[in-house]
Each structure stands twice: as C-alpha cells, then as structure tokens.
C-alpha cells in the first residue's frame, strides 16, 4: 500500500477548508475529531465528530470546520497496490459517504502507528502499514455490520409484536396501513421489512393467521360455517370458503368431516 502523506491529531483554526475539485490524485480516509460541514452533490451536510469518510480517488473533496470551531481529525492518503483494492472491497465500506462509529480510539491508535512507520526506517515497515490499515478497514466493517445487526433486531422485535396479534386476534380488523401507522413507517417500508424478516406478506400471514383459526373451529367446535367465518373476521361467507379453499384444498365441510374430532 502506497502512502503519499498521513497525519495524526491534526488540529486546525475555524478559517480551516479543503477545496480540492478534481481530489487529490489518490484515496483520502478521514477520522473525525471535530463535527465538520461536508458538500456532497452540492449539498452541504454536517458530519458528527467520530465518524470516518473515504474519499475515492478523483471525487471531488470540499470540508470544513463549522462557523467558529476548530477542525481535528486523523487522515490518510494512501493508493492500492497488486491485489489490494479486492481486499478491501470485500469489507463492503462505502466511498464519499459519512460512516458515523461509536468508538474511533482504536482507529486513531492504528493511525497514529502508520504514522511513525510511515517516517521510521524500520525493515518491516511496509507490511506493518498494510497490517494497521486492514486492521482500519476491518475494524470500520465491524462496526458497520453490528448497528446494520442491531437495526435488524430492532425491527424484528416491533415487527413481531404485530405479528403476534395477528395469530392471537386473527378476528381482528387488521391492515397494513395500521400496522405501518403503528410502527411509524411508510406503507411500502413496512411491507418490505415484514417480507424480509419473516419470508412472507402481511396479508398472506393474516390470511395464514384466520385460516389456522378456523381449522381449530372447524375441527372442535359445533358451530355454523358461517358463524366460524364472522369468527375468523369474515364478513362473507363466500370469501370465507373461498380463502380457505385456495390455502388448505378442501371446503370448510369437507375439511370438518375430514378432521372433525
């Protein structure tokens, strides 16, 4: 791995701006130690401190500090050999996008080793700065993939609280415009993370839900076909025996004589 310059704890005064159109002719990874202003596609956005950003090489780079405050960060410029970049690549981290970390002591620490490697005379000096920066690279992925993890459990816990009245009150008028009002998410939002995580629709798992209900019924129960309909949140029989047709292969009495117990 190439590197053409590196700094650690490098502070600057609230005049302090990076204005490089055309970047700087290699890949730019940046800790940050201060909140700072980045312009992404002519935008300016805030970046909190602790996070990293990499520029690509040739992506335009603007930073700064914001109004009155200093800027402080770690940075490496640094350019692949051979078959780095595919090592890299692997971790999945994104270019010229604010990565936010909970914690960047252990990044500052391998910084800082690059940093004295980088200016010593040492004999391995080349693969120890490739270790600590892969050792970066890893470490970034992490962290990604442990909120990425948490995210999802988070999700899996709200999303399976509906689930659960679903089967418990199949009855029940249900609808995916409540559930998403619910758990605060767009209609489609919602709809794409309850497939994701449980592999199915909501309202093929309603359905599932009533058509489960009314096996029951219809197998320990004395009641009326129709009656198990209203039971089971139909308001018409028809649609009752119809669904139930379509997810089991039998009519609701064909059913029942089948498995009445």
Same mark, same amino acid.
């Given at each position: 791995m190439i590197i053409s310059n590196v700094g650690f704890n490098h502070c600057h005064d609230a005049d302090f701006y990076i204005d490089r159109p055309?970047?700087? %002719?290699?890949?730019?990874?940046?800790?940050?130690?201060?909140?700072?202003?980045?312009?992404?596609? %002519?935008?300016?956005? =805030?970046?909190?401190?602790?996070?990293?950003f990499i520029y690509k090489k040739g992506t335009p780079q603007f930073y700064r500090c914001l109004p009155q405050k200093n800027f402080a960060n770690d940075f490496v410029h640094f350019d692949f050999e051979n078959d780095e970049q595919k090592f890299f690549e692997q971790f999945d981290i994104p270019f010229d996008t604010p990565i936010p970390l909970k914690n960047i002591?252990?990044?500052?620490?391998?910084?800082?080793s690059i940093t004295y490697e980088n200016y010593s005379y040492n004999k391995n000096k080349?693969? *120890?700065?490739?270790?600590?920066?892969? &050792?970066?690279?890893?470490?970034?992925? /992490?962290?990604?993939?442990?909120?990425? /993890?948490?995210?999802?459990? *988070? =999700?899996? /816990?709200k999303l399976s609280i509906i689930r659960g009245k679903l089967y418990s009150r199949p009855y029940d008028f249900h609808t995916v415009e409540e559930a998403a009002h619910e758990l605060r998410m767009s209609k489609s939002l919602?709809?794409?993370?309850?497939?994701e995580i449980f592999g199915?629709?909501?309202?093929?798992? &309603?359905?599932?839900?009533r058509t489960s209900?009314?096996?029951? &019924?219809?197998?320990?129960?004395?009641?009326?076909? /129709?009656?198990?309909a209203v039971q089971c949140g139909y308001?018409?029989?028809?649609?009752?025996?119809?669904?139930?047709?379509?997810?089991?292969?039998?009519?609701?009495? &064909?059913?029942r004589r089948k498995n009445k117990q």
């Open positions: 055309h970047g700087s %002719g290699d890949y730019l990874l940046l800790i940050l130690k201060t909140d700072s202003i980045f312009t992404l596609d %002519g935008i300016d956005r =805030k970046v909190p401190k602790n996070s990293v002591n252990f990044l500052n620490f391998c910084v800082k080349e693969k *120890n700065i490739l270790s600590y920066m892969s &050792l970066i690279f890893s470490k970034i992925d /992490e962290e990604m993939r442990a909120k990425q /993890e948490s995210a999802f459990d *988070n =999700k899996f /816990e919602f709809q794409h993370k309850y497939k199915t629709t909501f309202i093929q798992d &309603l359905i599932n839900s209900y009314a096996k029951m &019924l219809l197998s320990t129960t004395n009641m009326s076909i /129709e009656v198990v308001k018409s029989y028809v649609h009752f025996s119809k669904q139930f047709k379509e997810q089991t292969g039998y009519t609701p009495s &064909l059913y």
